[in-house]
């Protein structure tokens, strides 16, 4: 190889290489309030063994922007019952699909339990290996489980979009395509090209630069 190559081949990988250790995770969507703040009030949770109401779980949807992303963080405000009736116990926190303006596959299950009462965030983290596509719409859905009571709450900045809910794991049913969306931020590094991009680019830098040095022969 060329010294002229292995110069071009060694400044496109350096680009690369900063670019890449330059990347802090990015905000892809969020509707939390100064301060992580957000009401006390919103949607029921409910687990299958609290109460006579049965089963009822959450979702609010979310669309990605132009870049796509790696998923590294979900979260999202919730208030847990306190006494007399404690609804301490397990929520799942689920990224699903969008399948014709309600949630479609389920692509990650982040499983918890909450132990404490009163308003919280759940924080669920990944290791930034699932992506998030441009322009795409996810759903971010709460399953409540067992003994849980409490609700997820609305976001206090006037953000409006679809959410949906279900009773007893049937169908989702929308409550509204531009309603008062749930409390929710997502977070994921912006995708860095694939090593066949940088391909690509490493053999149009050589050629460019081979065509330079003709030239001025």
């Known amino acids: 190889m060329s010294t002229l190559v292995r110069?071009?081949?060694?400044?496109?990988?350096?680009f690369f290489l900063?670019?890449?250790?330059?990347?802090?995770?990015?905000?892809?969507?969020?509707?939390?309030g100064?301060?992580?703040?957000f009401p006390d009030a919103g949607r029921l949770l409910q687990g299958e063994t609290f109460g006579t109401i049965g089963n009822v779980d959450q979702a609010t949807a979310f669309?990605?922007?132009?870049s796509n992303?790696?998923?590294?963080?979900?979260?999202?405000?919730v208030t847990v019952s306190g006494p007399p009736n404690t609804g301490t116990g397990p929520l799942d926190l689920i990224l699903a699909t969008d399948a014709g303006g309600l949630p479609g596959i389920?692509?990650?299950?982040?499983?918890?339990?909450?132990?404490?009462?009163?308003?919280?965030?759940?924080h669920a983290t990944d290791a930034a290996t699932l992506q998030l596509n441009a322009g795409a719409t996810y759903w971010i859905i709460a399953d409540a489980?067992?003994?849980?009571d409490g609700g997820w709450d609305n976001n206090n900045i006037g953000d409006l979009g679809p959410t949906a809910g279900r009773s007893d794991n049937g169908p989702w049913s929308l409550h509204g395509a531009n309603d008062t969306r749930l409390t929710l931020r997502v977070e994921g590094n912006v995708a860095v090209p694939e090593p066949a991009s940088f391909v690509v680019l490493c053999g149009s830098f050589i050629g460019l630069a081979t065509l330079r040095r003709r030239h001025k022969s």
């Open 7 to 14: 110069n071009v081949c060694a400044w496109t990988a350096l």
């Open 18 to 32: 900063c670019h890449s250790s330059a990347l802090r995770a990015d905000v892809v969507f969020n509707n939390f």
């Open 63 to 66: 669309t990605v922007g132009s």
């Open 145 to 148: 489980k067992g003994h849980f």
């Open 69 to 77: 992303y790696l998923l590294t963080d979900i979260r999202i405000g």
């Open 106 to 122: 389920l692509l990650k299950t982040f499983p918890f339990t909450l132990n404490n009462t009163g308003k919280q965030i759940v």
């Open 34 to 37: 100064p301060g992580d703040s």
